[in-house]
């Protein structure tokens, strides 16, 4: 067999640009055989094209091939401006209306909203309200939440899902003239970023990778991010209990979720009853009102298809938010807030 070339290592690396390889790796693909001149060559080759950053070491004998990227120009060349993606948020029952935030966010093609929630605070709530506000943009739906597989193997839509659509169907017209879906379901539980339609307005509910690997989090955003083209995508991810001190914890995945998020809303329980929720708009990257930071209550109703009593509210300034207010030598639950630390503003 001839000895292996530079060109001949190129080749074969296109296959793998973006990723990493070994040196032994390399070896097999190239069908190098221990003993022979190339087998040493093709770790010199490997360490040439390091110095010429067309690859970059990364551990013993491991390389990551670097994807080669050329200038984007940005003026002199004819370019058209982009609207922003009409995304319709989740309306008010009461009022008929859009959550009233919703006016201050911009949404731009591309974009990724996260919405971060404790069990059972209505995440699937609010993504079924994206979904049937947008069902004429065609969505696209994925995640454990509204698939199962039946006991012949088969994928099938999730009863519950199916029974909160019925209820929708009252106001969201989920087919078309000819009966068939507006929307497009996949049982998609993982590998989201290769299942990506791009181009498309995108709900997964809910991405869950393993506590001890929470960073994994922020490769999966990015990519979901990175592939979205000129769709919107909005992930619903789990998130920790409340603090104590009223401050708002993050979704799962904490910072490598901030670093990607467009828009980042997270949900958690709100007094007694199951059915009330608080949404803190935790972060916004682009608004035209200084929204971040504010806080709402509302209730669910109609079997988790419905928000009512949507307004906000504010720390409670005779508890400041701990839920008890003093009297005496002692403390008793605070009447003035119902015990939830917040009162309408």
């Avoid at 530079?6 to 097999?28: C, N, P, S, W, Y």
């Avoid at 993606?85 to 919703?102: R, V, Y």
């Avoid at 920790?240 to 009223?246: H, K, P, T």
């Avoid at 009853?273 to 971040?292: A, C, F, Q, R």
């Amino acid at each position: 067999m001839a000895e292996i070339t530079t060109q001949d290592v190129r080749d074969m690396l296109v296959g793998f640009r973006g990723k990493e390889i070994t040196l032994d790796q390399a070896r097999h693909e190239l069908q190098v055989e221990k003993g022979t001149k190339s087998f040493d060559g093709v770790r010199n080759i490997f360490f040439q094209m390091a110095e010429q950053r067309e690859l970059r070491w990364v551990g013993k004998q491991t390389y990551k091939v670097i994807q080669p990227v050329k200038q984007v120009q940005v003026y002199g060349v004819q370019r058209t401006r982009r609207p922003l993606f009409p995304l319709i948020f989740p309306k008010d029952f009461d009022t008929g209306m859009e959550l009233d935030f919703a006016e201050h966010i911009v949404v731009r093609e591309g974009d990724l909203i996260v919405i971060g929630g404790v069990k059972s605070t209505g995440k699937t709530t609010l993504m079924l309200g994206f979904t049937g506000e947008n069902i004429d943009k065609n969505p696209v739906l994925m995640g454990n939440e509204y698939t199962i597989i039946d006991e012949n193997g088969t994928f099938e839509p999730a009863p519950r899902f199916v029974s909160r659509m019925d209820r929708m169907s009252e106001w969201v017209e989920w087919t078309n003239g000819e009966g068939q879906d507006k929307f497009e379901l996949y049982p998609v539980w993982d590998d989201y970023v290769e299942n990506l339609i791009r181009n498309r307005l995108t709900m997964i509910d809910w991405i869950n990778p393993e506590a001890s690997r929470a960073y994994d989090i922020g490769k999966i955003l990015g990519g979901l991010k990175a592939m979205s083209g000129r769709g919107v995508t909005i992930v619903a991810l789990q998130k920790s209990e409340l603090g104590a001190d009223g401050r708002g914890s993050s979704a799962r995945g904490g910072q490598y979720v901030r670093d990607y998020a467009d828009v980042e809303l997270l949900l958690d329980g709100f007094g007694e009853s199951e059915y009330d929720v608080l949404m803190t708009i935790k972060g916004v990257k682009e608004k035209t009102s200084p929204i971040v930071g504010r806080r709402y209550a509302y209730t669910i109703v109609n079997d988790g298809t419905q928000i009512v009593n949507f307004r906000q509210v504010v720390k409670c300034n005779t508890c400041y938010g701990s839920k008890w207010r003093k009297e005496g030598n002692g403390k008793v639950p605070c009447d003035i807030c119902d015990r939830t630390g917040w009162i309408n503003k």
